[in-house]
């Protein structure tokens, strides 16, 4: 499989300040890959690192299969960027700023051009200061999308956007890959990772700490399992059960975590007088949780 992004040991220091440090990264052509992190994990950074914006303390990084410290230019001409902060002029209207970038780019299509216009719900005859932050984000989606780039950068693309916009931009995502283009998507919104992304990748402190489907993920946290008895919770006869942690009695009620199958845990609940049984499938935020130590905050 082509590499979109191969990174070897990439590491950027600001001084004494951390930037990342030996980031080992594959982004395979035609995936939407996720790069999860809170703010403050080094996503920028690598981005920055990528279209070679910034100079890597050490290591080496190649996006298209070109070297980003010989082949910026190359790598530019070939990639839709959206950055995370970001200032355009002030005294062009959204669409001349829609325009500018397409004539410097070239190759776009104005119909596809006045369809992502039209989709976003933007208003393309105000000037770009004039904007709420939401709309300055549809023209700066409109810029990376517009001449369909084989790959897509984009550095928490959905700030400030509301709800129904997020899901137009998430089926321009899938409209990308089917197209068999690559997308890399920095966020710490884990919602809208698990719904577009084909791997996830969590970065925390700099070091990147897991890479995987986001399936895979989820097994890895594991289900979360109640079982309500008839009379008190055998908790002794799941003790030593493999991939039950974390049990817990309360009266009748059985609480643990599964890793694996739930199916012997099921069959062994079946020999007692069960009453209920719940299963809860773990989400990305479960495991992203989990790699930061934390516990999700209950909030009905």
């Not at 283009?181 to 809208?192: A, D, N, P």
């Not at 995987?212 to 008839?230: I, M």
Request: charged residues 25%.
């Amino acid at each position: 499989m082509a590499l979109a992004v191969h990174t070897e040991r990439l590491t950027k220091y600001y001084g004494r300040r951390r930037g990342i440090i030996d980031l080992n990264l594959e982004v395979e052509c035609g995936e939407v890959f996720g790069f999860l992190g809170p703010n403050g994990a080094g996503k920028t950074t690598t981005i920055r690192l990528l279209l070679d914006f910034i100079r890597p303390t050490r290591g080496t990084a190649e996006v298209l299969g070109l070297r980003t410290d010989a082949e910026a230019v190359a790598i530019h001409s070939r990639t839709g960027y959206l950055a995370g902060e970001f200032s355009l002029y002030d005294r062009f209207s959204g669409g001349e700023t829609i325009a500018y970038f397409a004539n410097l780019r070239g190759g776009v299509e104005p119909a596809y051009q006045r369809s992502l216009v039209e989709r976003l719900g933007l208003d393309p005859s105000l000037r770009y200061r004039e904007y709420s932050k939401g709309n300055k984000q549809k023209v700066a989606l409109v810029v990376a999308f517009q001449h369909r780039p084989e790959l897509l950068i984009l550095d928490e693309p959905t700030s400030g956007l509301d709800p129904l916009v997020q899901q137009e931009f998430l089926r321009l995502l899938a409209e990308a890959r089917a197209d068999g283009r690559t997308v890399f998507l920095s966020s710490h919104v884990i919602g809208e990772v698990e719904r577009s992304c084909d791997r996830v990748a969590i970065v925390r402190e700099g070091r990147l700490v897991r890479v995987d489907k986001v399936e895979a993920l989820r097994d890895l946290s594991g289900h979360r399992v109640e079982l309500r008895f008839a009379g008190p919770a055998p908790a002794e006869a799941f003790e030593s059960m493999p991939g039950v942690s974390e049990l817990s009695a309360d009266g009748p009620v059985l609480r643990m975590r599964v890793a694996g199958p739930i199916a012997p845990v099921v069959r062994a609940a079946a020999g007692f007088d069960l009453v209920d049984l719940l299963s809860r499938e773990p989400s990305l935020e479960d495991v992203f949780l989990a790699e930061y130590g934390m516990e999700a905050v209950d909030v009905r």
